[in-house]
């Protein structure tokens, strides 16, 4: 598997090479975009606004910060390289934490940790944090952008996920909270019972990147695209216990 990242983890004076590769791969179909009728590719191409549209090479590209209006200063890779200290460059854990004390809306993005070296101190690490059900909090420069990061244990394998900073949080819009009454509670929670279980992601699939499967076939052999099939759709109660209620005759007679 390729890695996104090649750097260590600092714990205390254990120092630790490693490097990360991605935990999710996007299953998606691509589209390119064609000209309508000559039905031809249509690409993009990098110009600048004094060169009379002449195409830029990405070797003549630099990265430049607009500090007043057409005035740029101008930051090649050594800068940023420059910027970092030696602690920017690994992910050096500061405290350890209660995972499930991390909120999930700062979770992004999930890496596998693979040790380069020191493997026994790399595996007394992992098992010490899940023995003792601890996940470490860290900060590295990821590219150009320091990173909050958490490390933990999933079924003995550890994993890294970037957090977003809590500046980064958004925060909720204001609801009005209408009155609600005891018995109505209740019943959704009745309704809850009936519909819980087991977390089983194997058992979700994809439904529609099936059928764009398919629709694409379908498209190369000649054919038109066949309309997907309604699911019958629910009888719309207007009031709520009504509807609570027929929810849970359903459920039970299912």
Do not use: W
Not at 73 to 97: A, G, Y
Not at 127 to 141: H, L, R
Not at 174 to 191: F, G, I, R, W
């Amino acid at each position: 598997m390729a890695y996104s990242y090649k750097g260590a983890i600092s714990f205390g004076l254990v120092f630790i090479p490693i490097t990360l590769s991605q935990c999710v791969k996007e299953q998606d179909i691509g589209f390119n975009m064609l000209e309508k009728k000559t039905k031809s590719r249509v690409r993009y191409k990098k110009t600048c606004v004094d060169c009379e549209d002449k195409e830029i090479k990405n070797e003549d590209i630099v990265k430049g910060y607009q500090y007043e209006k057409d005035k740029y200063v101008i930051f090649t890779e050594e800068d940023f390289e420059k910027l970092k200290t030696s602690k920017d460059k690994n992910i050096t854990i500061e405290k350890f934490v209660d995972l499930k004390e991390v909120d999930p809306i700062f979770f992004d993005r999930a890496y596998y940790v693979k040790p380069q070296g020191a493997d026994k101190a790399f595996h007394v690490l992992l098992k010490a944090m899940e023995s003792a059900n601890k996940a470490g909090i860290a900060k590295t420069v990821l590219g150009t952008k320091e990173t909050l990061i958490l490390l933990h244990v999933n079924h003995g394998h550890m994993l890294v996920n970037t957090l977003y900073f809590a500046n980064e949080i958004q925060p909720p819009a204001t609801l009005e909270k209408p009155k609600t009454t005891k018995q109505e509670v209740d019943l959704a929670k009745s309704l809850i019972g009936q519909m819980t279980g087991k977390f089983e992601p194997e058992k979700y699939r994809d439904e529609y990147y099936i059928r764009l499967q398919k629709a694409i076939k379908q498209k190369i052999s000649g054919n038109e695209v066949v309309e997907a099939k309604e699911e019958k759709a629910p009888v719309k109660v207007i009031n709520l216990m009504d509807a609570l209620k027929k929810s849970l005759e359903s459920k039970k007679r299912a």
